[in-house]
């Protein structure tokens, strides 16, 4: 079974300063997505940003990239010039290719922005 | 569009008694999945509906039920409440299932049980 681990249960970063947050997973598949999904007090997730397995270059969406080491297994988040509203629960998640909606996600990390 | 919506936001329930949580998809999304989050499981897949039929289904107890009607609105059911069943259930819709087709998530349902 695919496990997603986020071991980083908490960071902060100060305001317009860089973060970068961890997560690895466990799958035997060798084609899959993953996300990043953020979860503000207001707890409605909102998709960050998403990695198709098969391609090798790093998605990004505006501040926010990420570092996808397939062979490692490795896929962390990378905030740039990071804002208050940036704050958040943040949640990886690992989605398989076949038709299935079951995604499974890390325990999350608290980010907290200083200003 | 409207976004996807959950309904009600907040229940308080007692033990034994059941439930039924509505989720109401982003207008033309045929998908409708549910996760459970709770601070020491996290997030958890409890099952996903297409096209009126239940797809794919989590490790959960049968006291957790749903179903998805013709509109693609969808509900979840629990029976015989018990003290863990208090979580924030998450609803979540998408075009199609599978792949890179993201998943859209609702504002939750915070449910209590006492």
């Known amino acids: 079974a695919q496990t997603v681990t986020q071991s980083q249960p908490e960071m902060s970063v100060q305001e317009a300063e860089t973060v970068t947050l961890s997560c690895t997973y466990d799958?035997?598949?060798?084609?899959?997505?993953l996300f990043w999904y953020k979860q503000p007090p207001s707890r409605q997730m909102i998709l960050v940003i998403r990695q198709e397995a098969y391609k090798q270059q790093n998605a990004t969406e505006n501040r926010f990239s990420v570092n996808f080491q397939k062979a490692a297994k490795s896929f962390s988040l990378k905030i740039s010039d990071s804002q208050l509203g940036d704050a958040a629960m943040y949640f990886c998640a690992y989605r398989t290719t076949s038709n299935n909606n079951d995604m499974r996600f890390g325990a999350g990390t608290r980010l907290t922005v200083k200003p | 569009k409207a976004g996807v919506t959950q309904t009600p936001r907040y229940l308080i329930k007692t033990r034994g008694q059941q439930v039924t949580l509505s989720c109401s998809p982003i207008?033309?999304?045929?998908?409708v999945s549910w996760y459970q989050q709770t601070p020491g499981q996290g997030l958890q897949f409890l099952f996903e509906?297409?096209?009126?039929?239940?797809?794919n289904k989590g490790n959960f107890p049968g006291r957790f039920s749903g179903r998805q009607f013709s509109n693609s609105r969808s509900e979840m059911n629990v029976s015989t409440l018990e003290l863990g069943d208090s979580a924030l259930y998450l609803c979540?819709?998408?075009?199609?299932?599978?792949?890179?087709?993201?998943?859209?998530f609702g504002p939750g349902t915070r449910l209590t049980v006492l």
């Open positions: 207008s033309g999304h045929r998908s």
């Open positions: 509906y297409f096209s009126e039929t239940q797809r």
């Open positions: 799958t035997s598949e060798s084609d899959y997505y």
């Open positions: 979540a819709s998408s075009l199609k299932r599978g792949g890179r087709d993201t998943q859209y």
